[in-house]
């Protein structure tokens, strides 16, 4: 993810309960992130986050707000539209017994459960990497301009092949 925005928290800024940050990124922060993902450009991001202490970890909730400017599917013209959502991860340091099971252990899968927590490789985590990780996962990959419509007419007569080869030979017939 984008270098540029970051905003780290220490797992032992936890020890004194919950932390509540308001993330903000500047222009030049979003243009980098409107190229990461892909996107025309990235008029607004903002998001309010509150981290909690978890286990060995942290808990991160709160939610985005963004406003993205993608190139429509179907008209190809440029168009801004609103992105917003949640927030919820759990991360634990590596080495942790709460930790995924490492490579070659068995894992079960259970779609109802809540995503395993994420292992940091220290004591700190990146929250804005966070957030445009969840931004990405909201953003539409075939986006449609409000209004748009695809209008496919197919061809009224459907042509023989042979007939298309017959015209390519004699232009007359």
Same mark, same amino acid.
């Given at each position: ?23 903000e ?15 025309e ?7 309010? !986050? &509150? /981290?909690? =202490?978890?286990?060995?970890? $942290? @808990?991160?909730?709160?939610?985005? *707000?963004a +406003? ?5 599917? !179907? &008209? /190809?013209? =440029?168009?801004e539209?609103? $992105? @917003?959502?949640?927030?919820?991860? *759990?991360? +634990? ?36 990497a ?22 496919y007419?197919?061809p ?18």
């Amino acid at each position: 993810m984008s270098a540029e925005w970051t905003r780290t928290v220490r797992l032992h800024e936890l020890d004194r309960g919950p932390v509540k940050l308001e993330l903000e990124a500047d222009a030049a922060q979003r243009a980098r992130i409107a190229s990461d993902l892909g996107l025309e450009s990235l008029p607004a991001l903002a998001a309010q !986050v &509150t /981290l909690k =202490p978890w286990l060995d970890g $942290v @808990e991160i909730t709160g939610r985005f *707000r963004a +406003v993205v400017e993608q190139v429509c599917s !179907v &008209t /190809l013209d =440029p168009f801004e539209q609103p $992105v @917003e959502g949640e927030i919820e991860v *759990r991360a +634990v340091p590596s080495g942790s017994p709460h930790a995924r099971p490492e490579e070659g252990g068995e894992l079960e899968l259970d779609p109802d459960a809540p995503d395993p927590p994420d292992v940091l490789a220290g004591d700190a985590l990146d929250v804005a990497a966070y957030v445009i990780e969840h931004l990405a996962l909201e953003i539409d990959p075939f986006p449609r301009k409000p209004g748009a419509a695809f209008d496919y007419t197919p061809p009224t007569q459907e042509e023989n092949p042979f007939a298309v080869l017959k015209k390519l030979k004699d232009p007359k017939a």
